[in-house]
């Protein structure tokens, strides 16, 4: 079945550092989406891809969708202390017949250290 | 204020008891899911509902059941035919944002501990 794949599963920067996850897709994806997701909290949406190649910014974060529709990253600049939280990315499911049903990798837990 | 509210935040179960966990939406949207999260999983889809009346089974539906009688609420029931039923349970709605994405929002969660 569709897999997507994220990597590193955790990272530990020190605040300032930059930070990057990739997400990998075992099939092509019409659009990936990133979600956050705070300690003790739930996921909120960031961001969707849609185009190849697509780049979108977020003030320090950088969004990045692969030529072939099955890669993305996230980029974070100069983390800082609020960055903490779980990265998710997600694409719509394979054979999904609901814009809402998704396949989530397994997220990115990103700690900064002041 | 417009949101999902998902309760209890925390329940307890005995091993062979069912358990319903409530998910509730006043932001008018068609279309709910419920997600379980276990560590390093990422969220997985157990069901989903397009319509009033109407759901459909997701990846790993085995041991659940819901119900969808009015469009504000998507209840999950955890039966004792789950074997492994111990982990978050995340509801969600879906809507568009100005963008043109198709963005679920979630609810708090309900964690459910089985002992």
């Known amino acids: 079945g569709q897999q997507v794949m994220q990597i590193p599963q955790y990272q530990h920067v020190q605040e300032g550092e930059d930070f990057t996850t990739y997400c990998n897709s075992s099939?092509?994806?019409?659009?990936i989406q990133w979600y956050k997701q705070r300690p003790g909290g739930h996921p909120v949406f960031l961001i969707q891809l849609v185009k190849s190649g697509e780049v979108k910014k977020q003030k320090r974060l950088t969004f990045q969708f692969g030529e072939a529709k099955k890669n993305s990253s996230l980029h974070i600049t100069a983390t800082q202390t609020t960055d903490v939280g779980t990265y998710f990315c997600?694409?719509?499911?394979?054979?999904?017949?609901?814009?809402?049903?998704?396949?989530f990798g397994q997220g990115t837990i990103l700690t900064v250290h002041p | 204020d417009g949101g999902i509210t998902q309760s209890p935040k925390y329940l307890f179960r005995k091993e062979g008891q069912n358990v319903t966990l409530s998910c509730e939406q006043n932001l008018n949207h068609d279309a709910m899911y419920w997600y379980r999260q276990d560590p390093g999983q990422g969220l997985r889809l157990i069901y989903y509902s397009q319509i009033v009346n109407d759901f459909q089974k997701g990846d790993i539906a085995e041991g659940y059941s819901v119900s969808r009688e009015k469009k504000e609420s998507f209840p999950l029931t955890v039966t004792s035919a789950q074997k492994n039923p111990t982990a978050f349970y995340l509801c969600?709605?879906?809507?568009?944002?100005?963008?043109?994405?198709?963005?679920?929002?979630f609810g708090a969660g309900s964690r459910l501990t089985v002992l």
């Open positions: 997600a694409g719509p499911s394979a054979g999904g017949t609901s814009y809402g049903k998704l396949t």
């Open positions: 969600a709605s879906l809507s568009g944002d100005t963008s043109g994405a198709n963005v679920l929002t």
């Open positions: 099939t092509t994806l019409s659009n």
